[in-house]
C-alpha cells in the first residue's frame, strides 16, 4: 500500500518542485543587488595620477617647446620631435646640464648628421615646476648653454672629441675655453636681456671681457682635473 501511494504522489510532488524552482528563478533576477557589486558595476573608472617623474618630463618638454629663444623652441625641438636628439634626466643633483653628441660620420670623416642625448638633472626640474618662476629661469638658462654646445658642433666649428674626450694638448683647451666661453657668454646675454642675471651672477656679473673671463674662469677650473685649468690662468695673466 505504501509503495502505491509513494507512485500516486510523484507527479504531484514533482510539479510543486518545479513550481517552487520557477518561484525561486524569478526571485533570484528581481532581488536585489548588493551594494558592492553595484558600486562596482556604476563607479566611473578612476584616471591613473601621473608620478612625479611623469609630470616633470611633461614639464620639461613643455619649457623646451615654449623656450623664448629659438635656438631652442626651434632648433632644438625639432630635433627632439625628430627624435635626433633624445632627452634623458640625470640623477646627479651637482650637474646643471650635459649635451653628449653622437656625431654621424661618412667614410671620409665628414659629418653627416648630428644626434645626441641632452642630459637635464632631475633635481633641477623639479624645482623648476615646483619653485619660483627664478627656478624656471635658471632651468632656461641650462638650456640655452647645451643648445649653443649642439650648435657648436653641428655647425663643425667644434669636433665633438672638445666634449667627448677632452684632452691636455694646447689645441684642446685652447679649443674648450672657447666653447665654453661662446655658451656661457650667451646664456648671460640671455639672462640680462630678461633681468635674471642676478641668478647666475657668479659668472654673470658682467659682459666686460676681461672680469668675464676672470669669473668664468672660477666657474671652469671648479670641474677641470687636467692641466688645462693651468694652461687659462696662465693666458688670463698675460
Known amino acids: ?30 532581488s536585489p543587488t548588493h551594494k558592492s557589486a553595484l558600486a ?20 620639461l618638454l613643455d619649457v623646451l617647446r615654449t623656450h ?18 633624445r632627452v634623458r634626466g640625470l640623477d646627479d643633483p651637482s650637474a646643471s646640464g ?12 665628414n659629418l653627416i648628421k648630428l644626434m645626441g642625448t641632452l642630459h637635464v638633472p632631475l633635481a633641477l626640474i623639479d624645482r623648476a615646476r615646483r619653485g619660483e618662476p627664478s627656478n624656471k629661469s635658471y632651468l632656461q638658462f641650462v638650456l ?10 653641428a655647425s663643425g ?20 675655453w672657447n666653447l665654453e666661453r661662446e655658451a656661457y657668454y650667451r646664456e648671460c646675454q640671455f639672462a640680462m ?17 676681461e672680469a668675464f673671463d676672470q669669473n668664468l674662469y672660477k666657474v671652469l677650473r671648479q670641474d677641470r ?4 685649468s693651468t694652461f687659462w690662468e696662465a693666458e688670463l695673466q698675460k
Not at 640655452?144 to 658642433?153: A, D
Not at 682635473?225 to 688645462?228: A, H, I, L, V
Open 1 to 30: 500500500m505504501r509503495h502505491k501511494q509513494t507512485r500516486s504522489f510523484t507527479p504531484m510532488i514533482l510539479a510543486i518542485m518545479a513550481m517552487i524552482a520557477i518561484l525561486l528563478g524569478m526571485g533570484s533576477k528581481t
Open 40 to 59: 562596482t558595476t556604476v563607479m566611473p573608472q578612476q584616471k591613473s595620477v601621473a608620478t612625479p617623474l611623469e609630470l616633470n618630463q611633461s614639464y
Open 68 to 85: 623664448p629663444k629659438k635656438e631652442v623652441s626651434e632648433v632644438l625641438w625639432q630635433k627632439i620631435a625628430a627624435r635626433d636628439l
Open 98 to 109: 650635459r649635451f653628449r653628441p653622437t656625431p654621424i660620420m661618412d667614410s671620409h670623416g
Open 144 to 153: 640655452l648653454h647645451e643648445s649653443v654646445h649642439y650648435e657648436q658642433i
Open 157 to 176: 666649428r667644434f669636433s665633438s672629441e672638445v666634449i667627448l674626450n677632452p684632452s691636455t694638448s694646447l689645441e684642446e683647451c685652447v679649443a674648450g
Open 193 to 209: 636681456s630678461i633681468g635674471q642675471d642676478s641668478i647666475i651672477r657668479s659668472y654673470c656679473s658682467t659682459l666686460e671681457p
Open 225 to 228: 682635473t687636467d692641466n688645462c
